[in-house]
C-alpha cells in the first residue's frame, strides 16, 4: 500500500506544485489505483509516474471546488484511449455526475467502459469487500466537502510452513486444512492442531484523507487511529483568522487534528502557492511543534503505509 501525491498545490497549478490529487496504489493487494480528486492536469502528472490509468478503478472526490475535479472527464476519457475496459466507480458529492456527464456529453465523448456513480453516504460504509471498507463524513468548507476513511480488514495469520517441514509434514491438502486451524490427523496416528502453526493476525492498515475544511469533530473521527492521515494545510499557525474566513486549516489545525486521532503520522498537503523553499519548511516546522510526525508533501513523494508491526522491527 502506497500514496504518490500527484498534485499538492492549492486552488490555481503553480511550476512547483500542482493542484489537488492523491493516488492510493493498492497494487499487491488489489491490483488497483484509487485516485482520490483529480484537479486540472492530473493525467500530465500520471505520465510522469508508473501509474497505468487502466489500473484507476474507483475515484473519490472530496468536493467540486474546480481545483479537485477539473481533471476528471479528461482522465476519464483517456483511459478508454488507453486500453481501460473495466468499470470506473467515481464516488463524490451530489452533482459529481451531473458534471461528468454533462463535460462528456457536451464534447461527443465516447467510452469503452461504462461509469458508475455512488453518492455518498455518512450513514454507512460507502464501499465494503472482504478486504476493504470505507466511509465518508462531512466536513466544513462551505460548499460539501467530505473525508475517507479507508479501513484494510484484518490479515490472518500465515501458516508457518517451516516448522511443518521441520516435523517432515509433506506439503498438500492438509496444510489448507491446518490454515483454518483445523487438528488433522497424519499416516501415523499424530495429532496436529493447526492453531498451533498459524501466526498471528496482522492488524489492518487504516488511511484517512481529507478534503479542504475548517477544523472540524468530523475530521477526528475519521482519522481516529489511522496509520497516515492526510490533511490540508492552506494557511500557517498565524492566520486562523483567514483560515476560519475561508473555510480551510492551518498547520496547527491539522496537527490538533492529527494529535486529537491518535494518529501514526500526519501528512500535509493542499499548500498555497505563496509558499516557497524555506516558507514550506517552516509550515512542517509549525506542525511538529503540535504533532512531531509531520511532513508537508510535494508533487509525486511516493510514501509507503506498513504495518505498525513492520515498523517496529
Known amino acids: 500500500m502506497e500514496l504518490e501525491f500527484l498534485g499538492t498545490g492549492a486552488g490555481v497549478p503553480a511550476k512547483h506544485r500542482n493542484v489537488s490529487s492523491i493516488a492510493l496504489k493498492l497494487l499487491d493487494e488489489r491490483n488497483e489505483v484509487w485516485l482520490f480528486d483529480c484537479g486540472e492536469g492530473t493525467q500530465m502528472q500520471i505520465l510522469r509516474t508508473n501509474i497505468r490509468p487502466r489500473k484507476i478503478e474507483k475515484i473519490f472526490i472530496?468536493?467540486?471546488?474546480?481545483?479537485?475535479?477539473?481533471?476528471?472527464?479528461?482522465?476519464?476519457?483517456?483511459?478508454?484511449?488507453?486500453?481501460?475496459?473495466?468499470?470506473?466507480?467515481?464516488?463524490?458529492?451530489?452533482?459529481?455526475?451531473?458534471?461528468?456527464?454533462?463535460?462528456?456529453?457536451?464534447?461527443?465523448?465516447?467510452?469503452?467502459?461504462?461509469?458508475?456513480?455512488?453518492?455518498?453516504?455518512?450513514?454507512?460504509?460507502?464501499?465494503?469487500?472482504?478486504?476493504?471498507?470505507?466511509?465518508?463524513?462531512?466536513?466544513?468548507?462551505?460548499?460539501?466537502?467530505?473525508?475517507?476513511?479507508?479501513?484494510?480488514?484484518?490479515?490472518?495469520?500465515?501458516?508457518?510452513?517451516?516448522?511443518?517441514?521441520?516435523?517432515?509434514?509433506?506439503?498438500?491438502?492438509?496444510?489448507?486444512?491446518?490454515?483454518?486451524?483445523?487438528?488433522?490427523?497424519?499416516?501415523?496416528?499424530?495429532?496436529?492442531?493447526?492453531?498451533?502453526?498459524?501466526?498471528p493476525d496482522k492488524k489492518g492498515r487504516i488511511v484517512t484523507i481529507l478534503g479542504d475544511t475548517r477544523k472540524t469533530t468530523n475530521s477526528v473521527i475519521l482519522a481516529k487511529n489511522a496509520d497516515v492521515l492526510v490533511h490540508e494545510s492552506t494557511f500557517n499557525k498565524n492566520e486562523a483568522r483567514m483560515a476560519h474566513n475561508y473555510f480551510h486549516s492551518t498547520t496547527h489545525q491539522a496537527a490538533e487534528v492529527a494529535k486529537e486521532a491518535n494518529v501514526q503520522r500526519l501528512l500535509l498537503t493542499h499548500i498555497s502557492a505563496r509558499y516557497l523553499g524555506k516558507a514550506t519548511q517552516e509550515l512542517e516546522q509549525e506542525a511538529q511543534e503540535i504533532f512531531p510526525n509531520t511532513k508537508v508533501m510535494k508533487d509525486f513523494e511516493v510514501v509507503d503505509v506498513p504495518f505498525q508491526e513492520e515498523e517496529k522491527s
Open 62 to 199: 472530496t468536493h467540486l471546488h474546480g481545483d479537485h475535479i477539473f481533471g476528471l472527464p479528461g482522465l476519464i476519457s483517456s483511459r478508454s484511449f488507453q486500453g481501460g475496459e473495466t468499470p470506473l466507480e467515481i464516488y463524490g458529492p451530489k452533482g459529481t455526475e451531473a458534471f461528468v456527464r454533462n463535460a462528456l456529453t457536451i464534447s461527443q465523448t465516447k467510452l469503452g467502459y461504462p461509469l458508475v456513480f455512488i453518492d455518498l453516504s455518512e450513514d454507512q460504509a460507502i464501499f465494503e469487500d472482504a478486504h476493504f471498507s470505507v466511509y465518508a463524513k462531512k466536513l466544513s468548507h462551505g460548499i460539501d466537502s467530505y473525508g475517507y476513511r479507508i479501513v484494510e480488514h484484518d490479515h490472518k495469520g500465515e501458516l508457518q510452513v517451516d516448522k511443518l517441514k521441520e516435523l517432515n509434514i509433506p506439503a498438500g491438502p492438509i496444510y489448507g486444512k491446518l490454515k483454518k486451524g483445523e487438528t488433522v490427523q497424519l499416516d501415523n496416528g499424530q495429532l496436529i492442531n493447526g492453531r498451533d502453526f498459524v501466526g
